[in-house]
């Protein structure tokens, strides 16, 4: 089991508030994402979870149990960290043991646990080797290999990919969805990467300001983006935004249009707006056009990437009606 | 160190440098070749560089006349244990100030480095009456006590850099894997941190086994230190030269093969930090 | 960062330490200042009492006073001027493309590892005595009548000792400082035209500068309490011409027994290193933003 709930938590170091009220009910087995821009207060909202921090005032209830003052000790909740704090003085097996040797449990019973995590990750040929010894991926699976043997209530994940390079940390992301499905144990996982975010939760908060914009499935933000901030921050490219009189004409303060939202031509077509490209990215699959659309200023499209484009060609952008998103005044979406 | 330079060049600056180092080092060459040479020898002139005749008796004889052991002891013990108890102390210290700072954190550790700039003739009159009326006066534990004191601020100045060095993300991941304080210390902290506690220990052994000010004023043949007992032998000249090397010799050259070991973390620890 | 339990037993852990410290700071120094507003002397039981200023207008009013002072900024100054500049020196020395670097530095550090009464007694025997110390030897070889450095120069004798003793210091401080100057930064200013000299005066020197600072002023807090080399040499004298104001405070408060008049001294003594102490306080505190 491992049901986590937020009642009201609020954190502040000093004179300075990181987390000003932040209540969230996250279900046992869930994989849940705190994405945002880095000092939005999802790391430390981890860290709340996890113990390290103590919260100003509110509770945090573990299984229905107030955990709001155990140390992290006492919470039985793994973590696994961006620098992947691996032991350097100890073996990669005594790595994995640690958590089991502090647990007191007999010796036997921790040579079986090790060796079967180490075979479900891959590392039994590592087991004597040191930390320093490996590559920065066979870190990452000690790091997680230490955090599955204790058999946590939940697993806590602070940026774990961001030190990886591009190919391995989608190879990584692969094997931390799997691990999910396979162990269907809770788990908690921060990235300011709304891909990672995106592909790997069942359910994503969006914080900023150390406040929760979303909370929702990765589709329902995608498609039903509470207010301008998550709009914008989910969808890569990012949303197009629009004020004034054009917004206008929507009744809206101001209107986004995805960039994979747009019918774009050559030649004038009603209700377009026109614009020169300015860059054009070839991707292969896609092509994203940079595109100056008169007094809206820089807008981004997606396009097939089979068509050409180059700087200085005049097109004519149809947004899809439909599928245009309206604000008010305050962001909020209409 | 890739600066190409003529041989010519290095072989000048090799020359002038051997020659200044020999020269900085040539009385404790001369104090190591005239604890071998016979007294009469060693105030030979015009002086012979090498001993003719090779002999131990010196050695000998300082450990008769004047019990060198029992010295080499009393320096053993005050040295090894006021380190090991200021570690004892230091450690949890460094600990604190290293992985859970305050605002007063600085503060404290100034206030703490400033006790060592309290000149020794400041407290020397009620340290020496508060030993006399307790009774520790010519004691080995109460020169370890003072030993102690007066080097724990560099004791906890050296571990608070090293332990400043280890990121605090590991003993984060101890807390959650499920490590109390105890086993936090015990298992990864120190463990990490041996290089740096070990040269703390190195440094702190020399600065205790060097000490003369407090050793002589509060010791004398009982709890004498080998710097007391060397300091004695300072009113009869003359005619024990080679003794007195031999006994000079014994009593620097433990802790000068220390030194040669330590000479990098001397650095940091003398400069508290301030140069690396 | 951490939480308030952490920060509790952080306080805890800290304890032992600041206690102990906090007692051998203040104790000893109260006591001190007591003493030194009191009659009070070991050989005369008879005398006790306030004493109001009597005791400090005694030993700073005695000539012995004004001499050790002197003695003690000479001493300091002295030791001063030749470790920083031999060690610039030798330290540039060690830095050059050499042959045994290693072995170079382990002869050089050397004697920073002698206690000081063995220090100071192969100078007095071994070096400086005018019948078999080698200077004496060499005065003879050149025909000259040998010196009796001791009675004739003690306070300079003691300088060399004590500077022979801090030379290393200062020259592995500031050649730890010299290595961390980046080849890079060297070579940069090598295509930039600078020749040796410049670079030395516009890349190293500044380079060095902090390095200099923090030898000083650790150096003039061990030398304001030089004592071991002058209880073992000359014993202050002849007269009062080789006592610093440690040794004073020494021969006034335990040698002649004034319990009085010596924390007097103490108290100056105190006084005069916490001068000091500011400034190395800055230097070292400057260094500590973490």
């Known amino acids: 089991m491992g049901s986590i709930s937020l009642e009201h938590v609020n954190k502040s170091f000093g004179d300075v508030q990181v987390i000003p009220d932040i209540s969230l009910d996250i279900k046992d087995g869930e994989f849940v994402v705190f994405v945002g821009p880095s000092g939005c207060g999802k790391s430390t909202l981890l860290r709340l979870i996890a113990g390290l921090e103590d919260t100003s005032s509110g509770t945090i209830l573990l299984d229905g149990v107030d955990m709001t003052d155990a140390p992290p000790a006492r919470?039985?909740?793994?973590?696994?960290?961006?620098?992947?704090?691996?032991?350097?003085?100890?073996?990669?097996?005594?790595?994995?043991?640690?958590?089991?040797?502090?647990?007191?449990?007999?010796?036997?019973?921790?040579?079986?646990?090790?060796?079967?995590?180490?075979?479900t990750l891959n590392l039994s040929s590592y087991l004597d080797r040191r930390p320093r010894a490996l590559s920065g991926g066979q870190r990452q699976r000690v790091a997680i290999g230490r955090a599955i043997v204790r058999e946590p209530k939940a697993f806590l994940f602070d940026e774990p990919l961001s030190n990886l390079d591009a190919a391995l940390r989608v190879n990584m992301r692969l094997e931390i969805t799997e691990l999910h499905q396979q162990l269907k144990t809770t788990m908690i996982y921060v990235?300011?990467?709304?891909?990672?975010?995106?592909?790997?939760?069942?359910?994503?908060?969006?914080?900023?300001?150390?406040?929760?914009?979303?909370?929702?499935?990765?589709?329902?933000l995608y498609k039903k983006p509470a207010?301008?901030?998550?709009?914008?921050?989910?969808?890569?490219?990012?949303?197009?935004?629009?004020?004034?009189?054009?917004?206008?004409?929507?009744?809206?303060?101001?209107?986004?249009?995805?960039?994979?939202?747009f019918v774009l031509t050559r030649i004038p077509a009603p209700g377009s707006w026109e614009g020169v490209v300015s860059v054009a990215e070839q991707l292969g699959s896609d092509t994203f056009l940079h595109v100056q659309v008169g007094e809206f200023g820089l807008m981004t499209i997606r396009t097939d990437g089979e068509e050409t484009f180059s700087h200085g060609d005049d097109v004519y952008l149809t947004p899809d009606a439909t599928r245009i998103y309206r604000f008010d005044a305050d962001g909020k979406a209409l | 160190m890739a600066r190409k330079v003529s041989t010519q060049t290095r072989i000048g600056f090799t020359i002038g440098a051997w020659v200044v180092a020999l020269l900085l080092f040539s009385p404790i060459l001369w104090t190591a070749l005239t604890a071998f040479k016979t007294e009469a020898e060693a105030i030979a002139s015009p002086p012979t560089f090498w001993p003719q005749t090779f002999t131990l008796e010196n050695f000998s004889a300082v450990q008769e006349r004047?019990?060198?052991?029992?010295?080499?002891?009393?320096?053993?013990?005050?040295?090894?244990?006021?380190?090991?108890?200021?570690?004892?102390?230091?450690?949890?210290?460094?600990?604190?100030m290293a992985f859970a700072p305050t605002k007063r954190t600085k503060d404290v550790l100034m206030w703490m480095l400033s006790t060592k700039m309290m000149p020794a003739v400041g407290v020397l009159i009620p340290i020496y009456l508060i030993f006399r009326d307790l009774r520790l006066l010519d004691t080995v534990h109460g020169l370890t006590i003072i030993m102690t004191l007066i080097n724990l601020p560099i004791i906890i100045w050296m571990l608070y850099t090293y332990f400043k060095e280890i990121p605090v993300d590991i003993l984060e991941a101890a807390r959650m894997d499920g490590a109390e304080l105890w086993n936090e210390?015990?298992?990864?902290?120190?463990?990490?941190?041996?290089?740096?506690?070990?040269?703390?220990?190195?440094?702190?052994?020399?600065?205790?086994?060097?000490?003369a000010f407090w050793s002589i004023t509060l010791t004398s043949g009982r709890a004498g230190t080998l710097t007391a007992f060397i300091s004695s032998f300072s009113s009869p000249q003359g005619l024990f030269l080679a003794k007195l090397s031999a006994a000079s010799l014994l009593a620097i050259a433990p802790i000068l093969l220390m030194g040669w070991f330590s000479q990098k973390q001397l650095v940091r620890g003398l400069t508290f930090g301030a140069v690396k | 960062m951490a939480t308030q339990q952490t920060n509790t037993l952080a306080r805890v852990m800290m304890a032992p330490a600041v206690i102990v410290l906090l007692i051998w700071m203040i104790v000893p120094l109260v006591m001190t200042i007591w003493f030194s507003f009191q009659n009070y002397s070991l050989i005369n039981p008879m005398m006790t009492g306030f004493a109001g200023w009597a005791n400090y207008i005694y030993v700073i009013g005695d000539p012995s006073f004004t001499q050790a002072l002197v003695n003690t900024l000479l001493l300091v100054g002295g030791v001063l001027i030749i470790t920083v500049i031999g060690g610039t020196f030798i330290a540039l020395l060690l830095d050059q493309p050499i042959w045994g670097q290693g072995i170079l530095r382990i002869l050089v550090i050397s004697p920073f590892f002698v206690m000081p009464p063995v220090a100071a007694l192969i100078w007095k025997n071994g070096f400086l005595h005018p019948g078999y110390g080698m200077f004496g030897h060499l005065f003879k070889m050149l025909g000259l009548q040998p010196v009796d450095w001791f009675a004739q120069y003690p306070l300079f004798s003691i300088i060399v000792i004590v500077a022979w003793q801090w030379l290393p210091f200062a020259t592995l401080i500031l050649l730890t400082a010299l290595q961390s100057l980046s080849e890079e930064q060297r070579e940069a200013a090598e295509m930039d035209g600078a020749n040796a000299i410049n670079r030395f005066w516009y890349i190293i020197m500044p380079h060095m500068a902090r390095a200099i600072t923090i030898v000083i002023l650790i150096q003039t807090i061990f030398l304001l309490g030089i004592f071991a080399e002058i209880r073992v040499t000359t014993g202050g004298g002849p007269g009062y011409a080789s006592t610093n104001i440690a040794f004073l405070v020494f021969r006034t408060g335990i040698l002649s027994n004034d319990i009085g008049a010596g924390s007097a001294g103490g108290v100056v003594a105190v006084i005069i290193a916490n001068i000091v102490a500011f400034f190395l306080m800055r230097a070292v505190g400057k260094n500590l933003d973490a």
């Open chain 2, 185 to 211: 210390i015990v298992h990864v902290l120190v463990p990490m941190a041996i290089p740096g506690i070990a040269s703390t220990l190195l440094l702190n052994v020399i600065l205790a086994w060097n000490e």
């Open chain 1, 227 to 261: 207010n301008r901030f998550v709009a914008g921050f989910i969808g890569s490219p990012r949303m197009n935004f629009v004020d004034g009189a054009e917004a206008a004409k929507y009744d809206a303060h101001s209107i986004g249009v995805r960039p994979e939202h």
């Open chain 1, 75 to 119: 919470r039985g909740l793994a973590m696994v960290f961006q620098s992947y704090a691996l032991y350097p003085h100890m073996s990669v097996r005594d790595n994995i043991a640690f958590p089991l040797k502090m647990a007191k449990l007999p010796k036997e019973v921790i040579d079986q646990k090790v060796d079967y995590a180490a075979r």
């Open chain 2, 66 to 96: 004047s019990d060198y052991v029992k010295h080499a002891i009393n320096s053993i013990i005050v040295a090894l244990g006021s380190t090991l108890l200021g570690l004892a102390i230091g450690i949890p210290a460094a600990w604190a």
């Open chain 1, 191 to 220: 990235t300011h990467d709304q891909v990672e975010a995106m592909t790997m939760a069942d359910r994503i908060v969006v914080l900023n300001a150390g406040n929760v914009e979303q909370f929702g499935s990765p589709l329902d």
